[in-house]
Nanobody, 123 residues
Framework: QVQLVESGGGLVQAGGSLRLSCAAS????????MGWFRQAPGKEREFVAAISRSGRGIYYADSVKGRFTISRDNAENRVYLQMHSLKPEDTAVYYC????????????????WGQGTQVTVSS
């Protein structure tokens, strides 16, 4: 089992920045690819970013490319999502995810999920 706990969400004005953090525990963190997904009210959960076990493989949704940066610290068992130039359409609950093996961008392929952290961007 892997436990994931997100933090860092909040209310920010459009154009602002937030940094989400996800603390992992339970298994060897470096064995897991990590991802961030988000879900807005009335919408399906969507992929945001993912990072491979080593950190060398990184993927972004087109909607966040150039504004968001995913990173991980295998020594600290943490994955981060730095978000800049936030837009109202980024408003959602953001989830941290983990899967053993290679990095992927599909939600159904991830085995472990955090409880989510709310990000609200005001216009």
């Amino acid at each position: 089992q892997v436990q994931l706990v997100e933090s860092g969400g909040g209310l920010v004005q459009a154009g602002g920045s937030l940094r989400l953090s996800c603390a992992a525990s339970g298994r060897t963190f470096s064995n897991y690819a990590m991802g961030w997904f988000r879900q807005a009210p009335g919408k399906e959960r969507e992929f945001v970013a993912a990072i491979s076990r080593s950190g060398r493989g990184i993927y972004y949704a087109d909607s966040v490319k150039g504004r968001f940066t995913i990173s991980r610290d295998n020594a600290e068992n943490r994955v981060y999502l730095q978000m800049h130039s936030l837009k109202p359409e980024d408003t959602a609950v953001y989830y941290c995810t983990a899967r053993a093996g290679t990095v992927v961008t599909t939600a159904r392929s991830y085995d472990y999920w955090g409880q989510g952290t709310q990000v609200t961007v005001s216009s």
